[in-house]
């Protein structure tokens, strides 16, 4: 496994723990498909994890900003811009656009990766540990 959970990315606050085990899960999703060389076409899968991806950084944004307030957490405004500043960026991968050619298709999900791993990763250990340990 390529992305999992390692002593780091823990915050100790179960709920959220779960949720960003489930969203590394999602990232590992992301690397074998673009590791797949059996699917000779990987628009449905791509469209399903997209998707999924878009629904399940919501649910956790959404968690996660309700935490922050029930403490009273004073950078929530911020934290929330990033959220949804990574919700935009998901909705840019266009479904519609997504081409039959397999390489292009590679290209899209590789991209996919490069975004999840970056940002996701980034933000977990440094913009969450803030509320974890204000
Ligand atoms: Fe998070
Ligand atoms: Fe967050």
Same mark, same amino acid.
């Given at each position: &496994? &390529?992305?999992?959970? %390692?002593?780091?990315?823990?915050?100790? /606050?179960?709920? /959220?723990? +779960?949720?960003?085990?489930?969203?590394?899960?999602?990232?590992?999703?992301?690397?074998?498909?673009?590791?797949?060389?059996?699917? +000779?076409?990987?628009?449905?899968?791509?469209?399903?994890?997209?998707?999924?991806?878009?629904? $399940?950084?919501?649910?956790?944004?959404?968690?996660?900003?309700?935490?922050?307030?029930?403490?009273? $957490?004073?950078?929530?405004?911020?934290?929330?811009?990033?959220?949804?500043?990574?919700?935009?960026?998901?909705?840019?991968?266009?479904?519609?656009? /997504?081409? @039959?050619?397999?390489?292009? +298709? @590679?290209?899209?999900?590789?991209?996919?990766?490069?975004?999840?791993? @970056?940002?996701?990763? @980034?933000?977990?250990? %440094?913009?969450?540990?803030? $509320?974890?340990?204000?």
């Amino acid at each position: &496994m &390529m992305f999992e959970m %390692k002593p780091e990315y823990y915050t100790g /606050i179960d709920f /959220i723990d +779960q949720e960003h085990a489930r969203l590394f899960e999602l990232a590992q999703e992301t690397h074998d498909l673009l590791n797949n060389d059996i699917l +000779q076409n990987k628009a449905d899968s791509l469209v399903h994890l997209i998707s999924e991806l878009i629904n $399940y950084t919501r649910t956790h944004f959404s968690h996660e900003e309700e935490y922050q307030e029930s403490i009273g $957490y004073e950078r929530l405004p911020e934290h929330a811009a990033q959220h949804r500043k990574f919700e935009d960026k998901l909705m840019e991968f266009d479904l519609d656009s /997504i081409e @039959n050619d397999f390489e292009s +298709q @590679n290209e899209t999900v590789e991209e996919l990766l490069g975004f999840l791993v @970056n940002w996701l990763i @980034n933000h977990i250990l %440094k913009v969450d540990m803030l $509320y974890v340990n204000q």
